[in-house]
């Protein structure tokens, strides 16, 4: 069955860096679109960035824009969400989910998801 | 504070009917689709509705979607205490891309 498993979280300070990987299973990652998706503790859910299966196309949310990076390695299986000069505001869980097949690249459909990986922001 | 409006809570009795609504504008639910997600407490949010109405495989048929200019609501037949979760409406937004409603917290009485 399907599987994604982020890692990589942790505590850090304001300002550093963080690179948080999605260990995908179960499907043909290569042909797939992927996304990052966060939850504040508490909050409701917030769309972070998305990759086209080859990597070629990458689109964020204003908020994370020239700060995060998304990639992936598709010999790996593995999707990334590098994370730069980050701010409390980013503190939240992260979910990498992936693009239901056959949905546009527009929608909001996100067919799987991961159990998450909770990244913490403070001195 | 979202672009996409949901009541933060909804109740009704087990066997009950409810409804979530999910309000937006013409930047974005007026032109495109809908999605639902339910998330269950400590868990991650499950798709539950795409293209405004359409179920997952999986997803029972007590579960359903619609949308009528800017608003989209989710329905759910024959409450069960199961059902209890917060339920999210996502779709594109010109400006601002994908973005989420605030959620809406279900509970089953």
């Known amino acids: 069955q399907v599987q994604l498993v982020e890692s990589g979280g942790g505590v850090v300070q304001p300002g550093r860096s963080l690179r948080l990987s999605c260990a995908a299973s179960?499907?043909?990652?290569?042909?797939?679109?992927m996304h990052w998706v966060r939850q504040a503790p508490g909050k409701g859910l917030e769309w972070v960035a998305i990759?086209?299966?080859?990597?070629?196309?990458?689109y964020y949310a204003h908020s994370v824009k020239g700060r995060f990076t998304i990639s992936r390695d598709n010999s790996k299986n593995t999707l990334y969400l590098q994370m730069n000069s980050l701010r409390a505001e980013d503190t939240g869980l992260y979910y990498c989910?992936?693009?239901?097949?056959?949905?546009?690249?527009?929608?909001?459909?996100?067919?799987?998801w991961g159990q998450g990986t909770l990244v913490t922001v403070s001195s | 504070q979202s672009v996409l409006t949901q009541p933060p809570s909804v109740s009704a009795a087990p066997g009950q009917k409810v409804t979530i609504s999910c309000s937006g504008s013409?930047?974005?639910?007026?032109?495109?689709?809908v999605s639902w997600y339910q998330q269950l407490p400590g868990t991650p949010p499950k798709l539950l509705m795409y293209?405004?109405?359409k179920r997952p495989s999986g997803i029972p048929d007590r579960f359903s979607g619609s949308k009528s200019g800017t608003s989209a609501t989710l329905g759910i037949t024959g409450l069960q205490t199961g059902d209890e979760a917060d339920y999210y409406c996502?779709?594109?937004?010109?400006?601002?891309?994908?973005?989420f409603g605030g959620g809406t917290k279900l509970t089953v009485l």
């Open positions: 996502g779709t594109w937004d010109s400006s601002l891309g994908r973005v």
């Open positions: 179960g499907f043909i990652f290569s042909t797939s679109v």
């Open positions: 989910a992936s693009h239901r097949e056959g949905s546009s690249w527009y929608e909001t459909a996100f067919d799987h």
């Open positions: 013409s930047s974005n639910i007026g032109n495109n689709y």
């Open positions: 990759i086209s299966y080859d990597g070629s196309n990458k």
């Open positions: 293209e405004n109405s």
